[in-house]
Structures are given as structure tokens and as C-alpha cells.
């Protein structure tokens, strides 16, 4: 396991009612990578990192507990989907990147490097699953429903990025 923490600036993107984004750049305050095996025990401790590091921000229990599901949901997908038997344990790895900046704004980064999403489109629909029975095909759904932004981006045989954003609080910015 490792941890880094980095300073950074983000640019944002707000929508507006009519469909228009505006950028504008804002200062991260707090950055933290780590990664971790891609073992049910550290879905567990996904959560209480989140919650540790999102606590800067003094968030509602409310608050906290959508950001804590959506990682979750996250890092049980890399568990479940990203990697197969014949990937050696050793190479079974997920990667988290945390970041906050100064409009409160929660990022959450969840990489692996398994086996990819075929169709992302189809695999963001509500219960479709690529894991039999056992699965609800919920997760993204669920990581949908608990954020503000979310973003996946995968390629076949190289990985897969989850991206959760969520605002924290009161905002500092104008739209």
C-alpha cells in the first residue's frame, strides 16, 4: 500500500439551466493517492478512507454517507469485474486518488488495470451485469444517484477510471 498527497489546481465545469458550461479554476486543497490490493476486505477500508479524508470538509452525515456508497459501489465493481483467476493476486490493484478544492467540490478517483468495460453505455444501465446472478447490475446506478458528476472511462485490456464528484456543504463559487 502506498499513499502520496499532491498539490493541484482542477478546472470545473458548472452546468447551467440552459445547457451552457462554464470552466473555471479552482484551487485543490487537498489531494491523497493510495492503492490497494483488489480484495473484498478493502472495500471496507475504501469507505473509511473516504470518510476520513471527506471529514476535512465537514460534511452532513447525509453527505457522508452518498460519498461512502458511491466508492463502495466503485471499488466492489474493480473486485468483482476488473479482474479475472488467471490475473496472479500480486497484480490485482485498485487506485484511489481523493481531492478537494476550495469550492468544496469531492473528487474521487478509482482506477484498475483489469480487463476493461466492453460498453460502458450499456454497462451504466440499471441492471444490466456481467457478474451471473449474484450481481444486481446497480452499481453504477447507485454511484449515479449518490453524486453530482460521475464519469467512466474504460479501454479493454487496460483499465477502467471511475470519476465521483460531489459538493460538500455550502459552495464558494458563481454561476
Do not use: W
Not at 36 to 58: G, H, M, T, V
Amino acid at each position: 500500500m502506498s499513499i502520496k498527497t499532491t498539490a493541484m489546481t482542477a478546472k470545473l465545469k458548472f452546468k447551467e439551466k440552459g445547457g451552457d458550461i462554464k470552466m473555471k479554476k479552482s484551487r485543490v486543497v487537498n489531494s491523497l493517492k493510495i492503492q490497494f490490493p483488489a480484495k473484498s476486505a478493502n472495500e471496507a477500508f475504501s469507505r473509511a478512507l473516504i470518510s476520513s479524508f471527506a471529514a476535512q470538509l465537514d460534511p452532513t452525515v447525509e453527505e457522508l454517507c452518498d460519498i461512502k456508497t458511491a466508492v463502495s459501489e466503485a471499488v466492489t465493481n474493480c473486485i468483482v469485474h476488473a479482474y479475472d483467476d488467471s490475473v496472479p493476486e500480486k497484480k490485482k490493484i485498485i487506485k484511489m486518488h481523493c481531492f478537494y478544492d476550495e469550492n468544496n467540490l469531492l473528487s474521487v478517483k478509482i482506477t484498475d488495470n483489469g480487463r476493461g468495460i466492453e460498453d460502458v453505455k450499456k454497462a451504466m444501465e440499471p441492471l444490466y451485469t456481467t457478474g451471473g446472478e449474484d450481481r444486481s447490475g446497480m452499481g453504477f446506478p447507485i454511484m449515479q444517484s449518490f453524486t453530482d458528476e460521475l464519469k467512466v472511462k474504460s479501454v479493454l485490456y487496460k483499465g477502467t477510471t471511475v470519476t465521483l464528484k460531489k459538493y460538500i456543504g455550502k459552495t464558494n463559487y458563481d454561476i
